[in-house]
């Protein structure tokens, strides 16, 4: 199995790239933000591989980044979703992104990549949301800033002052990124007004 690939970038195509290793051109699937970081035609490049191997193919997705490659196998988990939906996440959504929604339980952004519908998105926030702390503890150094983050259990203070900003025309994912940003910072002296205002702040910032 191919794990990672070294070599010169020979060609970008739509939704892959071809890298030349040793005279040998390897097409690989990659996200348009992978592609994007690849960088021009001719240059050294470097990315981690996920090989699927079936009856009738063998598919090598490429990514530029452990944490990209990890949300790729964990999207995949979920029913309905194949490796076509997990490149088209990863296209619009960067890892930390997507970890933000997931534990905002925002379906919103999923929704942005092609073939995502409303049920689909709903579907994988509500089964990944248990699953991105074994993910950040599996990349460990390399885990994006928010891959274990979630709202404090049974906190409702902290669950109303996500409400509060969304009822001021904040999105989901953003609000909550704020507001626990704002709970760390204020600890046990928070309070719902502290929170929301400490949340703006951060909106803001």
């Known amino acids: 199995m191919i794990a990672r690939l070294r070599g010169i970038l020979a060609a970008i195509e739509s939704g892959s790239a071809v890298i030349d290793v040793g005279g040998v051109g390897y097409l690989v699937f990659c996200s348009a933000k992978t592609l994007t970081a690849l960088g021009a035609i001719g240059g050294t490049v470097s990315v981690q591989v996920e090989t699927h191997v079936r009856e009738d193919h063998i598919h090598l997705f490429g990514f530029a980044s452990p944490a990209e490659k990890a949300v790729f196998k964990m999207l995949q988990t979920v029913q309905g979703v194949g490796a076509k939906h997990a490149l088209s996440i990863l296209s619009v959504l960067a890892p930390d992104e997507i970890f933000n929604a997931i534990a905002a339980q925002d379906r919103v952004p999923l929704t942005r990549a092609d ?83 400490l949340g703006l702040k951060e909106l803001a910032a």
């Open 115 to 197: 073939g995502v519908g409303p049920k689909l998105a709903t579907r994988m926030v509500n089964e990944l949301k248990d699953k991105t702390a074994n993910v950040a503890l599996g990349l460990g150094a390399d885990a994006p800033a928010s891959a274990a983050a979630s709202v404090l259990p049974g906190d409702d203070m902290v669950s109303d002052a996500i409400s509060a900003l969304v009822n001021l025309g904040y999105g989901r994912t953003e609000a909550h990124g704020a507001v626990q940003v704002a709970a760390k910072a204020l600890g046990e002296a928070r309070s719902l007004d502290k929170l929301i205002t």
